[in-house]
């Protein structure tokens, strides 16, 4: 992994690391990409893709609408509503 | 140098279910109080888990084949995180590694031709909710009545190369999704959206140039300005050196009619998209699959080559009835009342299409009692009902689909009048009332037998056979 990719993850997870930790965790990721790279070299040309871990599948629901919960009980938590919305802190693209 | 626009679209389109995609909350929000439907699933909140919409999966599955795509039989969700008020958990589920539908192929015909645009995939995705920005000065409002409503995205290849295919496409794809009964596709109701990637590049170049993203487009006008002014500012910053493209996203001002740049467009890997450890695999088994196929409408154009051969209806007709399933779906059952397709294909294009172009209604939204219609052109063709009189019943008719109607034109005295001694009274006193007309006719003027006509049919109320009138009101004259 080069610096600014590093740098772009730092920024990614709104992390703000000191100078040792920037350095260990570079090791770190240095020491994974080199498995990675063992990893590439295996030819898995001839087996079947895997698109999940687990050999099971979702169930499904079907689409009846029902609304068993009230706006007024799940905005308990919030830290302040008005007329119905939840509010945050003004986003300005 | 010559130069030639590529353009690849990505199109949301929201599909027509009841419930949303994880959870049973309505997906209809229209008209509704902020967050009435909402639950803790919906809102992300910490424990709650996502139970897949078996009806988002069929219509995922519908639009694919729609779109001639291979449908992937084990299709996987994923999360796609990003960090914004509008969406609560922070990540949208979302298909990345293995979506419902890829490689699929539609056709579109422009006045260059026909052409073939590549359909990448397709991934059924949840939308996120609404944010409201000008209720408070210090605070964004959060109505999440819309997160989890049900996507799907179609992603073109980048095939497209004007405006006018852009324009095709989109209704083509509109067309499609519609005869299947997936979504409603109206931009104007924000039930379809659209993302632009262009670039330029010299013609018969097989490199692309730096692409520029316009998001969230939501009219086809627009859509075409924002194709002209960006092609012209890509070609202008590679001739003259107006400016240095950079690969970003931008946002397109309808009313200034310009773009700008937004933020630098994130690369996938931003997104950390990874499996959806929630949602378990969908796997599409051969009697789901084939339900759909075989649920799978008649494609447009099949349709209206059955309407010129089998009905011998004219080309432009079968046209105009098949742009839209609503106005298929009436003249088929009208046509099976009525049993001429000719007056069927007659009343919906002439009357029909026009009060919904008066009253500004889409085709898709014909709300009529098409058995009812049916009715009302036998009346008129027997001659039992004036068709001037008829149209007023078929006017009122849009607003009541209760109406017979027979018993509604013996109630209105609609019912044309076998009473011929009272037509020729009536034509006799206009005869009377008018002998300039009169005199005009024998002197060879036939536009004026069309007046005396016309205030006979209005004394009558419209109540008469035409050809009735016409008959007794030329003997008249012939007499004199
Ligand atoms: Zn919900």
């Known amino acids: ?93 | 140098m010559k130069y030639e626009t590529v353009i690849g679209l990505e199109v949301h389109v929201e599909l027509a279910t009841e419930s949303k995609i994880f959870c049973s909350c309505s997906a209809h929000s229209y008209g509704s109080e902020p967050n009435e439907h909402v639950c803790p699933a919906c809102c992300g909140m910490p424990g709650m888990l996502p139970v897949v919409n078996k009806r988002v999966v069929d219509f995922g599955m519908k639009a694919g084949m729609m779109l001639n795509c291979h449908i992937n039989r084990v299709t996987t969700f994923d999360k796609k995180s990003y960090y914004y008020p509008d969406l609560p958990a922070a990540y949208q589920t979302t298909q990345w590694f293995a979506p419902v539908a890829v490689n699929g192929l539609v056709e579109i015909e422009t006045s260059k031709g026909k052409k073939n645009v590549r359909i990448k995939q397709i991934h059924m995705e949840e939308d996120a909710g609404k944010l409201v920005h000008d209720i408070r000065e210090d605070t964004t409002h959060v109505d999440f009545n819309r997160t989890s409503v049900p996507l799907i995205e179609i992603v073109s290849q980048p095939d497209l190369s004007s405006a006018e295919e852009v324009e095709v496409y989109l209704d083509r794809l509109k067309n499609l999704l519609r005869f299947a009964k997936v979504a409603e596709c109206e931009m104007a109701h924000g039930t379809m959206r659209c993302d632009v990637n262009l670039s330029v590049r010299p013609e018969g170049s097989d490199k692309y140039g730096v692409r520029t993203e316009m998001k969230n487009m939501n009219s086809i006008e627009a859509i075409k300005r924002a194709i002209e002014y960006e092609t012209a500012r890509h070609i202008d910053a590679i001739e003259n050196g107006t400016e240095v493209l950079v690969q970003e996203t931008r946002r397109w001002d309808d009313i200034k009619g310009k773009s700008y740049a937004m933020r630098t467009k994130e690369t996938a890997g931003d997104y950390r998209y990874f499996p959806d450890p929630n949602v378990m695999p969908v796997v599409i088994d051969d009697e789901w699959f084939d339900s759909i196929q075989d649920s799978l409408p008649e494609f447009p154009e099949v349709k209206r080559d059955r309407y010129i051969n089998e009905y011998g209806l004219s080309e432009y007709d079968a046209d105009q009835i098949t742009k839209s399933i609503a106005l298929c779906e009436c003249f088929e059952e009208a046509y099976s009342v009525c049993k001429s397709a000719k007056d069927a294909a007659n009343w919906i294009i002439s009357e029909i299409m026009s009060i919904l172009n008066k009253r500004m209604i889409t085709y898709d939204m014909l709300k009529i009692n098409a058995h009812a219609l049916g009715e009302l052109i036998l009346l008129v063709s027997d001659g039992k009902v004036g068709r001037a009189n008829a149209k007023k019943v078929l006017s009122d008719m849009f607003d009541d689909l209760t109406i017979d109607p027979l018993k509604y034109c013996e109630a209105n005295g609609y019912i044309v009048s076998n009473d011929t001694g009272l037509v020729e009274k009536v034509v006799a006193e206009a005869i009377a009332n008018d002998p300039k007309a009169v005199a005009d006719y024998k002197g060879g003027k036939e536009k004026a037998l069309m007046s005396i006509y016309g205030k006979c049919m209005k004394e009558l109320k419209g109540n008469c056979d035409p050809q009735m009138l016409r008959t007794i009101l030329i003997d008249a004259i012939n007499k004199i």
Request: net charge negative.
């Open chain 1, 1 to 93: 992994m080069d610096k600014d990719t590093f740098r772009r993850l730092e920024l990614l997870n709104q992390l703000k690391l000191t100078e040792t930790e920037k350095a260990d965790a570079f090791a770190f990721f240095g020491s994974r990409e080199k498995e990675r790279l063992a990893l590439d070299k295996i030819d898995t040309s001839s087996v079947e893709r895997m698109v999940h871990v687990m050999p099971i599948m979702t169930v499904v629901r079907e689409d009846v609408a029902v609304q068993k919960f009230s706006r007024e009980a799940l905005q308990q938590g919030a830290p302040e509503t008005d007329e119905g919305y939840w509010c945050v802190p003004r986003v300005v693209e």
